[in-house]
């Protein structure tokens, strides 16, 4: 209780002209769910949730965002915090946007979109000089699961890695099938609702202060 917590959320939009945007299929019901679980635990939660419909938790302070890039500034200026957790589904690349809509001659060949590299939210929180106490990472892997999600934790500078495998579809669904990779090992936490992942991650979160 009392502790502060900071929690990312849903996709990034990134623009390629004043219409169109790169971005991906995550819903942000896992990370508004773990932001509503923190805050039942009696966390002061903070959320910067990206570009979705979902209503804000109860409780829960929230920040929207919709690139990769406000995002980032959203955290910094969230922390500092005693608890991260990365669950946001952001955006590796964005493209060097185009200042009116990109038109589409007969005949002509499509505009080559020039991709820029995003900054690492997590990353930048895992080396963080304020680095929160407790750091989680989230993996979205269509193979090689718990090796990924290994490598992950230690690049990123993460305590704890949520690893899903989203080959089987579960962006957008309710349920879920995560494991939870630490220095100490890997749990496999079966399939479950997204609402309860969230519940039993805010648990542990909550035995560890």
């Known amino acids: 209780a009392g502790r502060h917590a900071l929690v990312t959320a849903g996709p990034t939009h990134e623009a390629i002209d004043p219409v169109r945007y790169l971005g991906n299929r995550s819903s942000g019901k896992l990370g508004f769910a773990i932001a509503a679980a923190l805050a039942r635990e009696g966390a002061r939660v903070t959320l910067v949730a990206g570009p979705v419909a979902l209503p804000a938790p ?4 929230r920040i929207d965002v919709v690139s990769a890039r406000n995002m980032a500034a ?3 200026a969230a922390l500092p915090a005693h608890i991260a957790v990365m ?10 946007a185009a200042g009116a809509k990109l038109k589409k001659a007969k005949g002509a060949p499509p505009p080559a979109l020039k991709l820029v590299e995003n900054p690492d939210i997590l990353a930048a929180v895992g080396h963080h000089a ?3 106490r407790l750091v989680i990472g989230f993996a979205a892997e269509t193979g090689n699961l718990i090796a990924n999600a290994g490598a992950k934790l230690a690049r990123k500078g993460a305590d704890w890695i949520v690893a899903n495998d989203v ?3 579960v962006f957008g669904e309710d349920a879920t099938h995560v494991h939870l990779v630490t220095a100490a090992g890997t749990e496999d936490w079966g399939a ?5 992942v969230a519940i039993r991650l805010a648990a542990r979160i909550a035995d560890t202060f």
């Open 87 to 96: 669950v946001a589904a952001v955006a590796d690349w964005r493209v060097e």
């Open 192 to 196: 479950a609702s997204k609402a309860s």
């Open 130 to 132: 304020a680095r929160p």
């Open 58 to 61: 109860a409780g829960v302070t």
């Open 74 to 76: 959203a955290v910094e």
């Open 167 to 169: 080959s089987v579809g």
